[in-house]
């Protein structure tokens, strides 16, 4: 399927919108919103009183997140790229004040939110963006220091570094290996040599397996992950995989139905937010997690395709942040599969589009207007291309 193809773009008003990109995502936040009322009525009505809470306040960030999509997808890409560092230095800051007593929000230990009154903020969410962007401009603007010398691989990851020892204070393991991940991709994408890449990417790698065994709650998490079943894990803490486990098991190959769900009633904690995946497996069983699963590869391969054609056109920072943003969807989705599967250790990252969480979902609509105005960038470049 090529971007020529009628079937592909919506024109309106000489706007260009990707149907491949557009109506996956779609089908993924209505099932979110979906999952969301049916993972929370129970616990809402219990502890908050009201059983449509979670709801109403998921079909608000839901609003408030297609107006971040037209943010972003109209604000000139010249403009982003001019200002990625701004977007940087803001995301520093907010890190740096999460972490301040008094103003950060712990939460089963972790200080990882602000409270606005209205709107409860996770900075980590915004520095994925923001990482992506500055990132982008750099490679544009290094290209050649990139690929031919070791200071240009370096420079960025020393930036990497600080935004690590901050997400390790609050500590939120999770969001520094999405991040990670999104700038080691995205400078092998941009061509750095391989022998520095691979190199660095072992060293990643050490430095990961000793933070992950070097605080208890951690070893705990690998331990329970390994021995979900054992009796010292089974109601500690391998508790929340081997509910959700059970709620896979419960699901079998089309599930109990809509509503259904036995797990969710005060079973298996965190229903609606990060374990969402399991109480729709649980409802719609195998063949719901199959079409789930569709609906992520179509769209992160469709970003990807974006960003291959914007490179082909010479568009580098679009093509660049293109790949950033697959690259963060495609893990953080991975990882939370995962998670929910007992094929990875339990972490705090919710699934894109789907998960229950407002800054979750404002920076993922974000991030799908972005990648929607550099498809508008493509489309114009090639009309240009075509008159020249």
Not at 106 to 115: D, L
Not at 177 to 188: N, T, W
Not at 295 to 321: D, T
Request: hydrophobic content about 55%; overall charge neutral.
């Amino acid at each position: 399927m090529t971007l020529e193809s009628p079937s592909d773009t919506f024109n309106i008003k000489n706007l260009y919108f990707d149907f491949w990109l557009l109506v996956p995502v779609i089908s993924l936040c209505l099932i979110g919103f979906t999952m969301v009322t049916s993972a929370s009525m129970d616990f809402a009505n219990s502890n908050l009183g009201n059983p449509y809470y979670h709801m109403q306040r998921h079909g608000i960030y839901l609003f408030l997140g297609l107006f971040s999509f037209v943010l972003f997808y109209l604000l000139p890409i010249n403009f982003i790229e001019k200002f990625s560092w701004l977007a940087l230095i803001a995301s520093f800051a907010l890190l740096i004040l999460v972490l301040i007593p008094g103003i950060g929000m712990r939460v089963n230990g972790s200080i990882r939110w602000i409270n606005l009154g209205f709107f409860t903020l996770q900075p980590s969410e915004t520095m994925k963006v923001a990482m992506v962007l500055y990132l982008s401009s750099y490679l544009v603007r290094r290209q050649d220091e990139v690929r031919s010398r070791w200071s240009g691989f370096f420079k960025p990851m020393t930036i990497l570094a600080f935004v690590v020892v901050l997400l390790l204070l609050e500590p939120d393991f999770g969001a520094f290996v999405v991040i990670l991940s999104a700038v080691l991709g995205m400078m092998f994408l941009a061509g750095v040599k391989a022998g520095q890449f691979f190199l660095v990417m072992a060293g990643c790698a050490i430095a990961v397996a000793i933070m992950a065994v070097s605080q208890e709650y951690r070893m705990l998490r690998l331990l329970s992950y390994l021995e979900p079943w054992s009796p010292e894990n089974v109601y500690g803490s391998g508790y929340q995989l081997t509910q959700a486990l059970i709620a896979f098991g419960r699901g079998e190959w089309f599930g109990v139905g809509l509503g259904n769900s036995i797990q969710k009633l005060f079973y298996l904690p965190e229903a609606h937010t990060d374990f969402v995946l399991s109480i729709f497996a649980e409802e719609f069983g195998l063949f719901g997690v199959v079409c789930l699963f569709t609906l992520f590869s179509v769209v992160v391969g469709r970003i990807m395709f974006i960003g291959k054609q914007a490179e082909q056109l010479e568009l580098y920072f679009q093509a660049y942040c293109a790949y950033g943003v697959g690259i963060v969807l495609a893990i953080q989705a991975i990882i939370n599969i995962g998670v929910n599967t007992g094929v990875l250790p339990t972490k705090g990252l919710t699934l894109p589009f789907v998960s229950y969480g407002g800054t979750s979902i404002l920076i993922c609509l974000g991030v799908i207007g972005l990648v929607s105005n550099i498809y508008q960038s493509v489309k114009i470049a090639e009309s240009t291309q075509e008159v020249i």
